[in-house]
């Protein structure tokens, strides 16, 4: 879903098969109300949910041992993967976040406005930040 805010546009759902290091920065992924951003905090290899207004980090995925990321992708199976190497050279990449939900094809994955990442399929939450797979 894109809502039309200043300065760019929000991006506020990913679909299944999104590199998430791919979508560009003017379309920021961000909750509806624009509280909220997924950001992927290339200092320590995170996956970052941040709350806007003070900058707080309110959720985070990652591994401090794998602070290179390599890639960061809502699978077309509902999986999202966050794949992360030890060297900017990408020589031993490791999986540094799975939510495990590869039985979900065509998923999507939305920034609630309360700054819940979740995954949707059917319409309903199969995945959240708040509380893992259901």
């Avoid at 098969?17 to 950001?39: A, D």
Wanted: charged share 20%.
């Amino acid at each position: 879903m894109i809502n039309k805010w200043y300065p760019f546009p929000i991006v506020s759902s990913i679909e299944s098969g999104t590199n998430i290091l791919k979508i560009p920065w003017t379309k920021s992924i961000k909750s509806q109300n624009g509280q909220y951003e997924l950001r992927i905090d290339d200092h320590d290899g995170f996956l970052k949910v941040v709350n806007i207004i003070n900058n707080r980090t309110i959720w985070q995925m990652g591994d401090k041992l794998y602070p290179y990321i390599m890639n960061c992708i809502l699978e077309r199976n509902g999986n999202l993967v966050l794949r992360s190497s030890r060297r900017p050279s990408f020589i031993g990449v490791n999986i540094t976040l799975s939510t495990n939900t590869s039985e979900f094809p065509g998923s999507a994955l939305h920034l609630l406005d309360d700054g819940n990442l979740v995954l949707v399929y059917n319409e309903a939450i199969k995945w959240s930040s708040k509380n893992g797979k259901s």
